[in-house]
């Protein structure tokens, strides 16, 4: 082996490291692509939720409902989205000063209103984007001093722990 050889090695080395470092910048560009999608689909949402928060009357209630958690999670409310929603429903009809929305995770991002009840289901890939995206919004009425007229509904006792330390004023994981 001469010298040529060593630096020829050398050289295909540094080519086999460049082509895994640029796999994992295009795996990482996917990845920011992706989120990026995901934050401006959740902007509308969140925008459209902070207006129904901002116009709440007194005495009414801003009801969150993890939608998911609540159909398979430890303690059901429903058997299926039609079946929570229509719990919902029957919660507004009793209660006409609250407003409801249900986050579901779902492939596709997209939302649906009627009255004072929303259905959203949050788009993307990927674990606890609900739960994420709820989150943000109490961060959001946290800063817009409204998050004493927010309830949260779940049981997952993870995302349970981090909403009540956006309303203790601590910082959350989500």
């Keep these: 082996m001469d010298a040529h050889d060593v630096i020829l090695g050398s050289r295909v080395a540094h080519v086999r490291e460049l082509k895994a470092e640029l796999q994992r910048v295009k795996a990482e560009n996917v990845r920011l692509r992706e989120e990026n999608a995901q934050l401006r689909g959740h902007f509308d949402m969140a925008l459209l ?4 928060l901002r116009g709440m009357r007194d005495g009414g209630r801003f009801i969150i409902v993890d939608g998911w958690n609540a ?27 609250d407003f409801v929305w249900i986050v579901f995770d779902g492939h596709r991002e997209n939302s649906r209103e009627s009255a004072r009840l929303r259905v959203s289901y949050t788009g993307g890939e990927g674990l606890h984007r609900a739960d994420r995206f709820i989150c943000d919004f109490l961060r959001m009425a946290k800063f817009g001093g409204r998050l004493d007229c927010v309830d949260v509904v779940t049981s997952d006792k993870d995302f349970l722990r981090d909403v009540k330390r956006i309303f203790s004023g601590g910082l959350s994981k989500c």
């Design 71 to 97: 159909i398979l999670g430890a303690v059901k409310t429903a058997r299926d989205p039609k079946a929570l929603i229509q719990c919902y429903e029957e919660h507004l009809a009793a209660n006409p000063l």
């Design 49 to 52: 939720a902070a207006c129904d």
